[in-house]
Each structure stands twice: as C-alpha cells, then as structure tokens.
C-alpha cells in the first residue's frame, strides 16, 4: 500500500525542537521528492521546503531558514523534518507530502501533491 | 514569493447548485496552479493540476480553468461530500510553493 506515515503527536515548550518522521512505503523511496506542509489551527496550508531523499538536497522556504533541517534515512525510507526554537506560533499539524503524482498506472515527479502523510500535530506551549 | 487570493473566503451554495471559487496570483504562474479539497480533520485531497487536469478519481463535475494569474475551480452540482474548505497552490515559482488562504464551501 502506498502511503506515508508519520509520527504522532507531541508537545513542546517554547524554544524546545521537535523532529517529525514520515515513513514512506509501497513505492521506491528515493525516486520521489518528500516535502514539508504545515497548518496552523484554522489557517491556510503553508509549504516549508521539500528534500531530494536520493541526494539529501534540501530547499526551504525563507521564513524557516536557520530554524528548519530536513533529512532522511534511505535504509528505512523514511524523512524527517526538524524545527527549533520552537514558538508558539509553530503550534501546527506538520504534513509530509510526496511529489510522486500517478495518473492511468504512470508515476512521475511533480510540484503538486497527491500522497500525503495524516499528519502530526505539534503543540508549542509553556 | 507569489501570493495567492482566494475569493470568497465563504461560499455558501445549496446542493445540487453551481458553484464557482477563484484564485488570483500576484504574478503569473503560467497554468502551473493547483487545487485541493479539505474536509475538517483530514488531509489535502489533489483535484486539479495544470490549471484544468483532474486528478486520478476526480469525480468529472470538478473542472479548472483559468491561466496567467486568473483561476477558476468550478463544481457543477454540489453533492453533500463537496462541502470542505478548497485551496489553490501554485507550483511556478519557488522557493516557496503558496498556497491561498482557502474558500470555505458550506451549506
């Protein structure tokens, strides 16, 4: 089954960091780009940088640079994503998505996303 | 960073009716526009890629238009399942992808 699961809930005080896992499965792991989604309660989806789980290349979105690490363990396919010095404002469910899109049996890369994890809510509070 | 409007924030549409949402970019992303579907507690469902392209299972009165920095997700028929907040996410420039604020379809 092809699916992405993440770890589950966690919560922490300000300035403390947390560190998300998403294990992927059913399809070739390091074939695909895993990217990060977080949403804070109620808000908009906001995407904060994706890692090349063949490579390790990692890219972030401006806001989170300097707070955000993205890596992963290729013997287990899995990605994990890392932010310090947490802050209130961070409280979120953290999504991992796959840029692997499937239409009529055919899988290829995208920028848009069709697999994602359920999700891990992180609760930054003192 | 291209910012994505969303409008209306809130649509309220009787089942079975039309209903048509809009997403504006900042600059133009070149059909390079995706929408989901979110329903409360769940994660985001892909709908359209490439601006008109129905994902794998997209029921077929889900359709996209649009191009440049204009965008239109439109459902013919609303079906009670179709009631869930939308977004628009462009793929074109990045870093960042964006993703708009979201239109709440409800009853």
């Known amino acids: 089954q092809v699916q992405l699961v993440q770890s589950g809930a966690e919560m922490k005080k300000p300035g403390a960091s947390v560190k998300v896992s998403c294990k992927a499965s059913?399809?070739?792991?390091?074939?695909?780009?895993i990217h990060w989604v977080r949403q804070a309660p109620g808000q908009a989806l906001e995407w904060m940088g994706w890692?090349?789980?063949?490579?390790?290349?990692?890219n972030f979105a401006q806001k989170f640079q300097g707070r955000v690490t993205m890596t992963r363990d290729t013997s287990i396919s899995t990605a994990y994503m890392e932010l310090t010095n947490l802050r209130s404002d961070d409280t979120a469910v953290y999504f991992c998505a796959s840029g692997r899109v499937c239409t009529g049996g055919n899988c290829y890369s995208a920028r848009y996303f069709e697999l994602w994890g359920r999700g891990s809510l992180i609760t930054v509070s003192s | 960073e291209i910012v994505m409007t969303q409008s209306p924030a809130t649509l309220s549409v009787s089942p079975g009716e039309r209903a048509t949402l809009s997403c504006r970019a900042s600059?133009?992303?070149?059909?390079?526009l995706a929408w989901y579907q979110q329903k409360p507690g769940q994660t985001p469902r892909l709908l359209i890629f490439g601006a008109s392209t129905r994902a794998t299972g997209v029921p077929a009165r889900f359709s996209g238009s649009g191009s440049g920095t204009e965008y239109t997700l439109t459902i013919s028929s609303l079906q009670s399942e179709d009631f869930a907040i939308y977004y628009c996410q462009q793929y074109n420039n990045w870093p960042p992808w964006t993703f708009g604020q979201g239109t709440k379809v409800e009853i």
């Open positions: 890692i090349n789980p063949n490579s390790g290349t990692t």
């Open positions: 600059q133009t992303v070149g059909s390079n």
């Open positions: 059913g399809y070739t792991f390091t074939d695909y780009y």
